[in-house]
C-alpha cells in the first residue's frame, strides 16, 4: 500500500517540514494528525508519535533527534493512525489495509 503511494507521501512528509529545521518535527506532527485525522485526541497523538520513533538513546541529550520524524517514521506514524482507527471504530467489518487506505487517502487529500 504504502509503496505505490510513495512519491505522493514524500511530498506531504516534505511539505509540512518546518520552515526553521527543515524536517517532520514532533510538534507539526501532532499537528497533522490532530487536524486530519478526526477523533484523535492530543493524548493519543503524542502516543503515536512515541511509538513511530525508531530508538533514541537518550532523548534528554538527543532532544533534537528525538523531536524530528524521518520519511520511514512518517510511515509508521500512518500505519500507527490506522490501527488507531480500526480499534476504536470495532462496529465495521473493515480490515487494518482498508484504513489504512482511508488513513493515506486523507494525507493526500
Do not use: H
Amino acid at each position: 500500500m504504502f509503496e505505490c503511494n510513495l512519491k505522493p507521501l514524500q511530498r506531504v512528509y516534505e511539505s509540512f517540514f518546518d520552515e526553521e529545521k527543515k524536517a517532520f518535527t514532533y510538534k507539526t506532527a501532532i499537528r497533522v494528525v490532530l487536524d486530519k485525522i478526526f477523533g484523535i485526541g492530543e493524548a493519543e497523538a503524542r502516543k503515536i508519535f512515541a511509538k513511530s520513533k525508531m530508538f533514541v538513546v537518550n532523548e534528554r541529550t538527543q532532544t533534537e533527534a528525538y523531536q524530528k520524524l524521518k520519511f520511514y517514521e512518517f510511515l509508521e506514524l500512518l500505519g500507527r493512525v490506522a490501527d488507531y482507527a480500526m480499534n476504536k471504530d470495532i462496529q465495521t467489518n473493515l480490515e487494518y489495509e482498508d484504513y489504512l487506505a482511508m488513513t493515506i487517502d486523507i494525507m493526500l487529500s
